[in-house]
């Protein structure tokens, strides 16, 4: 059941859906980077419509003049059949304009791409308030994390098979904010709210104490 309640300005909140019936939502490179390119156009107090930037490359896109925007991002992730998101609310409504936005612009691609008809997310997404700085940052690790599951499936049971392999991978998983943090310098930066990411960065341990204590939660508690 979805968890409902008034989205306030200032607050963050962690943000997901899944694939309806959970089925695959990306199905190619292409895909992705459609989401992401849909992503940055629909932070904004404009009507942008992605259909009308074909001709242009994703850096371009990626570099797209927006004026105002109506969320601010902290981290995403992208995964086969859903996706998570830490974002705060800057204008009234602002959360639930860009997500409707965001879901009905990649609904039209992915529809007319596939040949097929209605949702492709579960509706309304699920949201739940992050009430406090270490929150905030746990919240933006849980989400950095979630490929992990794509290449140690048991990696929440503490069954790693080759940790250093596992950075590796996570450090190569382009469809997330993760490696934004960790050194990489490329246009999916502008994604991200600078205030939100400056103070996430200072404080964010090494990619190897993350996957080491996130491991060690879950032998204990139950999923976020």
């Known amino acids: 059941m979805s968890i ?5 300005v200032g607050e963050w909140y962690h943000c997901y859906s899944r694939g309806v019936d959970k089925r695959k939502t990306f199905l190619s490179e292409t895909d992705y980077k459609r989401f992401v390119q849909i992503m940055y156009l629909s932070n904004s107090s404009k009507k942008i419509q992605r259909s009308d930037l074909n001709s242009k490359t994703h850096v371009e896109i990626l570099q ?9 991002l902290g981290a995403y992730v992208l995964m086969p059949n859903h996706f998570h998101m ?20 990649y609904a039209m691609y992915f529809n007319l791409k596939n040949k097929r008809i209605g949702n492709i997310f579960v509706k309304p997404f699920r949201s ?3 009430g ?10 849980y989400i950095h ?8 499936p048991d990696w929440k049971n503490g069954i790693i098979r080759n940790k250093n392999n596992l950075l590796e991978k996570l450090g190569e998983y382009t469809y997330s904010s993760f490696i934004d943090y960790f050194g990489h310098d490329r246009v999916e930066r502008g994604l991200l709210d600078k205030s939100i990411f400056d103070l996430l960065k200072n404080d964010m341990p090494t990619p190897k104490t993350i ?4 491991t060690e939660y879950y032998k204990n508690n139950s999923e976020l």
Do not use: C, W
């Open 4 to 8: 409902r309640f008034p989205l306030a």
């Open 64 to 72: 797209t003049p927006r004026g105002k925007k109506i969320v601010a």
């Open 86 to 105: 830490l974002i705060g609310e800057i204008q009234d409504g602002g959360i639930t304009q860009f997500m409707r936005k965001l879901g009905t612009s």
């Open 128 to 130: 739940k308030h992050v």
């Open 132 to 141: 406090k700085d270490n929150y905030l940052k746990y919240v933006a690790q």
């Open 145 to 152: 994390l979630n490929p992990l599951e794509l290449f140690e």
């Open 211 to 214: 996957v080491s204590d996130a």
